[in-house]
């Protein structure tokens, strides 16, 4: 089975900053990787699909890179908003659908 | 406004019975194929069954496969899950899904199933 795994698992920074988290799954995916936010008390809200694909209504300030086996989400410019979970999932092995094990953001 | 709502979710003992219900609105429900996903302490989110739009076909997740049933009425933009034989592992937060992972990806707000004595 695919194991996709997020690094770092928690990041702490601050308003304005540029963020990257990664992706990285077991074996090659394509692109076939999407990525999600979670705010506390909802459910994930799907960011990326495709790997670089924006979500209509998606901020610009948010984009997705890679293909095989390694997978960035950038946020360009921090806003308050922003601060979650953010989870990236494959869909590669379909019907089977894995998810990464998170990355926490948090304000600095 | 797409809408997806869950209901079911209780306190139940291990070796127990649930069914879950997920009420669809604001598109057209017998288009699209569905999922069940979980949120569990232990594993985080995991993916647990999907059934095309017809039900023809239906998939799960290895850890639930021969415990849990999914099905759907289009009569009724409905969505079930059946759950049997439930452990303390299957405690979580279960969402219904369309156009998981893709663009018009949608999630309910969740129903939490609770399993313990």
């Known amino acids: 089975a695919i194991q996709l795994t997020q690094s770092p698992s928690s990041l702490s920074a601050s308003v304005g900053d540029r963020v990257t988290i990664t992706c990285r799954a077991s074996q090659g995916i394509a692109n076939a990787l999407a990525w999600y936010q979670q705010k506390p008390g909802k459910a994930p809200k799907l960011l990326i699909h495709?790997?670089?694909s924006l979500e209509s209504g998606v901020p610009l300030r948010f984009s997705g890179s890679g293909s095989g086996t390694d997978f960035t989400l950038t946020i360009s410019s921090l806003q308050p908003e922003d601060f979650a979970i953010y989870y990236c999932q494959q869909f590669h092995t379909y019907p089977v659908y894995t998810f990464g094990q998170g990355t926490k953001l948090e304000i600095k | 406004e797409v809408q997806l709502v869950e209901s079911g979710g209780v306190v139940v003992q291990p070796g127990g019975s649930l069914r879950l219900s997920c009420a669809a609105s604001g598109f057209t429900f017998d288009s699209y194929t569905m999922h069940w996903v979980r949120q569990t302490p232990g594993k985080g989110l995991e993916w647990v069954s999907l059934i095309t739009w017809n039900g023809d076909t239906i998939y799960y997740a290895d850890s639930v496969r021969g415990r849990f049933t999914i099905s759907r009425d289009n009569s009724k933009n409905s969505l079930y899950l059946h759950m049997s034989s439930l452990r303390t592992e299957d405690t979580g937060l279960y969402y219904c899904?369309?156009?998981?992972?893709?663009?018009?990806?949608?999630w309910g707000q969740g129903t939490l199933v609770t399993v313990s004595s």
């Open positions: 899904a369309k156009d998981l992972g893709t663009s018009g990806d949608h």
């Open positions: 495709d790997a670089s």
